[in-house]
């Protein structure tokens, strides 16, 4: 079983974050410069919150506030969820369904390692997959080598 520290060595190092007090706009404007969905937010080196688009679409477009003079910390989501570089793929998996969410940070005695998502997730289960069926079609063929 894949661990999440070996999904993470797959993976840029780079994590972006914004902090509480930065407007949603900026936020916004960042996740659109690196093409992403979320942001750790950040505050003395410590995970605080999660800002997603989703919280952007339910907290603030649907509430009327404007994203110029909104803070993040006003609409990000608090309470965040995160795994451990011990967890495995199927774990997160399984939180990230249970949980209904598609990001998950890894943090290990209080840093913050990375981030996993979804599709990291869905990546490494079929590439895990299909390294099962060759090996299988190897064994029925008579092409496995010990």
Known sequence: MVT??????TKSD??????PQDSVFNALQ???DRNIGVLLVIEGGKLVGIFSERDYAR?????????KATLVSEVMTASVLYVTPGMTIEECMALMTAKH??????????NI????????VVKMVISEQ????QQL??????RYVS
Do not use: C
């Not at 780079?14 to 902090?19: D, G, K, L, R, Y």
């Open 4 to 9: 999440v520290r070996q999904l993470l060595q």
């Open 14 to 19: 780079e994590i972006w974050s914004v902090a």
């Open 30 to 32: 960042l996740m659109a």
């Open 59 to 67: 907290k603030v477009i649907l509430l009327g506030k404007a994203s």
């Open 101 to 110: 969410v598609r990001h998950l940070p890894v943090i290990e005695n209080e």
């Open 113 to 120: 390692l990375g981030i996993v998502t979804i599709g990291d």
């Open 130 to 133: 299909k390294f099962t069926i």
């Open 137 to 142: 079609e190897n064994y029925i063929t008579g």
